[in-house]
């Protein structure tokens, strides 16, 4: 079975630029987290969706960031306008509620923000 | 707050000899933990979890790791390193009640001498 597939896997932009980040998640699974990582601040959840609603966006940084998912199998994570301070990896994860919660994470889209 | 402590940054072990990863958590009730690896350039992938009875968790990679309520502890171990098990290890705790809102350590980085 395919896993989360994300992309880019890289990208570097300029400051103000508008970012959009791709998720596919796995098959089946009802629910999808974005994360964030940084060498400051690790690991982060900002947005976790279920059956393609946002349930939970207290961790989206501020306004500049906006997270959607229109159907089952894709979500998008924008951020617009870009800051460097936004340079990270963000991984995007799916999990099925009924298999014991794991989620299972892709290979990350890792973002340089000029 | 919840939080997650992995106390050690780097840890380096001779291929062949025993391994233990330390993870310490605050949460007052029963918490939901996990144990993760993150190789160079990849996503996270879920080794072992633990959510509630026997306190000795199996996981894959020939982990496993023991859940000690009394030392708030939940330490991973693995009886012989591997050269490809070097990466770094994050141990996360579900918020809350949370099963799917993770809080992760800062991560532990595995160096594996031959």
């Known amino acids: 079975d395919a896993g989360v597939i994300q992309s880019p896997r890289h990208e570097v932009t300029e400051m103000g630029q508008e970012v959009t980040l791709r998720c596919k998640p796995i098959?089946?699974?009802?629910?999808l987290f974005w994360y964030r990582q940084t060498m400051m601040r690790g690991l982060e959840l900002l947005i976790y969706?279920?059956?393609?609603?946002?349930?939970?966006d207290s961790g989206m940084p501020e306004d500049r960031f906006s997270a959607k998912m229109p159907n089952a199998s894709f979500s998008t994570l924008k951020i617009q306008p870009s800051e460097p301070r936004d340079s990270a990896v963000y991984f995007c994860?799916?999990?099925?509620?009924?298999?014991?919660?794991?989620?299972?994470f892709g290979e990350g889209s890792w973002l340089t923000v000029v | 707050a919840q939080s997650v402590t992995q106390p050690d940054i780097h840890i380096t072990v001779s291929e062949g000899a025993s391994l233990e990863l330390r993870c310490n958590y605050s949460y007052g009730a029963t918490p939901y933990l996990f144990w993760y690896v993150q190789s160079p350039g990849q996503g996270l992938q879920l080794l072992l979890k633990?959510?509630?009875?026997?306190?000795l968790v199996q996981g894959i990679k020939g982990f496993e790791a023991e859940f000690k309520r009394s030392q708030s502890s939940f330490n991973l171990r693995k009886p012989s390193v591997h050269w490809s098990d070097a990466a770094e290890y994050f141990c996360a705790v579900g918020e809350g009640d949370s099963s799917y809102k993770l809080i992760f350590g800062s991560g532990t980085r595995l160096l594996v001498r031959p």
């Open positions: 633990y959510f509630s009875g026997d306190t």
């Open positions: 098959s089946g699974h009802n629910s």
């Open positions: 994860a799916s999990s099925r509620l009924d298999s014991g919660n794991t989620i299972y």
């Open positions: 969706f279920n059956n393609n609603v946002p349930i939970d």
